[in-house]
């Protein structure tokens, strides 16, 4: 299952269903709502029901049935038929969302599925009970190409020369992120199991040099291929290389998985280490998720940055830099109120800045708690009446997961969120 998110060693798929969760192969392969063929799901009248692709004759007939499911056959296809072009005209021109609920892949004017309402939705509309999910067969070859970059003004440049490669994982990691993987280095060798603890500190030998030759990198790119045979992956790593000898930064192929692993162990072990390991703080993700066009990064970037600055935060940046996905994680003293009232302030500040790039507030972590407030902002009152209208259908009594998508709001969020 290609949508597998980095926290896949702590996460099960209910949540990566009702999150509509996506990785570090979503590049070629999408999201969780792509791969969802059926599911069953116990709605608010307690009973469990199945979902799955049907075409309009089906529907016809399940409009007719009697009880919940029957009536909610009809008003979900009346709401979105009425509302068909407003719906079409409002999904977020970026490669991931998982904001609001996933009123565009329900009904194409010719085939209806129920089951893609509930991706995403995070158990607001029912509890998702069992899933048929499609695979896609795994490449057997890969290979990996790690960029240094010490000068992020040339990052968007950067990407625009990577992406044409079509590479299957196109991720990154900042210095911070670094710095603390390095102090953390017993937790990233408990991570890959004891019996590596001696491979693995002598493979990061390299990287200790090319800090002490190079200095510390302001961010590490991962680009990663996956092809049938090694021959293939060779060809693409070796044009990759020549194509970024323009420009100034250092790169290192890890030609193996087994090579590549420790890279890999870092950019998905980061953020929960990070949740561990540093005294007094917490991870604050707030804006741990927002997504614009990648094409739009060299405008995007020095504002976002400016942004961050102002508010003299100290955060990592990581995530999905060929989607313009990124992870931003600010390490704050929540206990400290002065604290916790920054957050809806650069909350409000970032999302104002990533809507006017026509982007999205959250590619895959979707809404929760922190972010549900944002939603109106996001898609306007018309697309928002339809989000509490879909909310009113599915649980008109609010008995699923109260206080997230259409009922979020921000001091909610802030009294609910943890201190220490
Ligand atoms: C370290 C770390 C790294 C992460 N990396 C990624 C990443 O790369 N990509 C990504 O997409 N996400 C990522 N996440 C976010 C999250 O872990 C994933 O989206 C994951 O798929 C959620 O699954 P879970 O089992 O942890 O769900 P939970 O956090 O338990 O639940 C998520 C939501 O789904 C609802 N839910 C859970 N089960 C059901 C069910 N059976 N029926 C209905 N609703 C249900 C819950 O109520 C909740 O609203 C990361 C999180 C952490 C902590």
């Known amino acids: ?62 409009k007719e049935q009697p009880g919940l499911e029957g009536q909610i056959y009809k008003k979900v296809y009346d709401l979105l038929d009425k ?21 565009w892949d329900v009904w194409d004017g010719e085939n209806f599925n129920m089951a893609k309402i509930f991706v995403g939705a995070q158990g607001t509309l029912g509890l998702i009970t069992e899933a048929k999910i499609r695979l896609v067969k795994k490449k057997s070859h890969s290979g990996m190409m790690v960029v240094f970059l010490k000068d992020i003004g040339i990052l968007a440049d950067l990407v625009s020369a990577v992406l044409p490669f079509r590479p ?7 210095d911070n992120t670094l710095r603390l993987s390095l102090k953390s280095f017993r937790g990233f060798l408990k991570a890959l ?22 200095g510390m990198p302001k961010l590490v790119l991962l680009v990663e291929f996956e092809e ?46 990070l949740r561990h390991k540093v005294r007094g703080k917490q991870t604050a993700p707030f804006i741990d998720d927002f997504i614009v066009r990648p094409e739009k990064l060299p405008e995007f970037l020095p504002q976002l940055y400016k942004i961050l600055d102002n508010h003299k935060l100290f ?78 259908i599915f649980d008109p009594l609010g008995i699923f997961n109260p206080g997230k998508k259409v009922e979020a709001n921000m001091e909610y969020a802030l009294a609910h969120m943890k201190r220490e």
């Not at 970024?244 to 162990?265: C, G, N, P």
């Not at 704050?332 to 500040?349: F, Q, T, V, W, Y």
């Open 315 to 392: 955060y990592t940046i990581f995530g999905h830099i060929g989607d313009g996905n990124f992870h931003i994680v600010p390490l704050m003293a929540l206990a400290d109120e002065e604290n916790r009232k920054k957050i809806p302030i650069i909350s409000e500040e970032i999302y104002d800045l990533v809507l006017r790039y026509k982007g999205s507030i959250t590619a895959e972590h979707n809404d929760g708690l922190i972010r549900g407030a944002y939603l109106r902002k996001m898609y306007g009152p018309e697309v928002y009446k339809i989000f509490e209208e879909i909310k009113k």
């Open 1 to 62: 299952m290609p949508t597998y998110p980095a926290s896949r060693e702590i996460c099960a798929l209910g949540g990566m269903i009702a999150n509509n969760a996506g990785g570090e192969k979503s590049l070629i392969y999408g999201q969780t709502k792509d791969y969802v063929e059926e599911l069953k799901v116990v709605l608010s009248d307690g009973e469990e029901h199945s979902f799955s692709k049907i075409n309009k004759q089906e529907l016809d007939k399940k």
């Open 228 to 273: 049938d045979s090694q021959d293939e992956v060779g060809r693409k790593l070796n044009e990759l290389r020549e194509k970024l000898k323009s420009f100034k930064v250092k790169t290192k192929i890890a030609a193996t998985a087994q090579e590549s692993r420790k890279y890999w162990v870092i950019r998905r072990e980061s953020f929960n280490l």
């Open 168 to 174: 299957s994982s196109f991720e990154s990691f900042d």
């Open 193 to 214: 199991g004891a019996k590596n603890l001696f491979t693995l500190g002598w493979s990061f030998l390299p990287e200790f040099w090319l800090i002490l030759t190079y």
């Open 83 to 103: 509302n068909f072009s407003l719906v079409k005209a409002s999904r977020p021109n970026v490669s991931k969302n998982s904001s609001g609920y996933n009123i």
